[in-house]
């Protein structure tokens, strides 16, 4: 199967701060997701991008299908921006990385 | 509209006993996926389902996991004999379409405690 590997797995950031999570897989894909999974355990869409670069806010996301890698871009971070942020790849079935935990201090 | 909905939110159950996981998709939405997230990992899929059919059913972990989905909508986990390392949160989710472009969209899981 594909593997899918997020980078860094745990990330610390004072409020106000930008960060970029990155999402490597190892194959040609169809399409893309990330998700964010709240402290209630809720998966909430954020992107759906199999390529190119998309904005929502302070959040972006780019993918590069021939690279093979994504990433998701916060800026100006806030403590409700904590929880796990997760990519899943589409290759016959959704794949998913092992997520980045994300942890906002005021 | 309506989202994908799971349901119990949670369940607690005994060694040994049976349960069903019921998930509800999003109106119109033909595909429907479980997963299982165990606590502090990601998530593993079980099993993927267009329209009735179980194109996927290559995560499910033993033959005591089984799902069907009738009518094309609603869909059970079943889940037989239960053990301890079952427990974790089943997750849900529907798409549009079942081919590989298609948005998926999550409901809230069930919480599955085996004592």
């Known amino acids: 199967g594909i593997q899918v590997e997020q980078s860094p797995p745990d990330l610390i950031l004072q409020e106000g701060a930008n960060s970029t999570l990155r999402c490597n897989f190892s194959d040609s894909v169809n399409n893309l997701q990330w998700f964010h999974q709240n402290p209630w355990g809720q998966l909430i869409n954020l992107f759906y991008i199999p390529s190119g670069t998309k904005q929502n806010g302070r959040l972006s996301a780019t993918t590069v299908a021939t690279e093979r890698y994504s990433f998701l871009y916060i800026s100006s971070s806030q403590t409700t921006d904590s929880g796990v942020y997760f990519c899943a790849v589409n290759f016959n079935k959704f794949y998913f990385g092992s997520g980045t935990k994300l942890n906002v201090k005021p | 509209g309506a989202g994908v909905s799971q349901s119990p939110s949670n369940k607690v159950t005994e060694k040994g006993k049976d349960v069903e996981l019921r998930c509800d998709p999003i109106s119109g939405h033909t595909a429907l996926y479980w997963y299982r997230q165990s606590l502090g990992q990601g998530l593993e899929f079980l099993i993927y389902f267009q329209g009735n059919s179980a194109p996927d059913k290559s995560g499910l972990p033993s033959d005591r996991f089984s799902a069907e989905r009738t009518g094309g909508s609603v869909s059970t986990l079943t889940i037989q004999r239960t053990q301890q390392e079952d427990s974790a949160v089943y997750l849900c989710?529907?798409?549009?379409?079942?081919?590989?472009?298609?948005?998926?969209?999550f409901g809230p899981g069930t919480r599955l405690t085996v004592l």
């Open positions: 989710a529907s798409s549009l379409g079942g081919g590989a472009n298609n948005e998926q969209f």
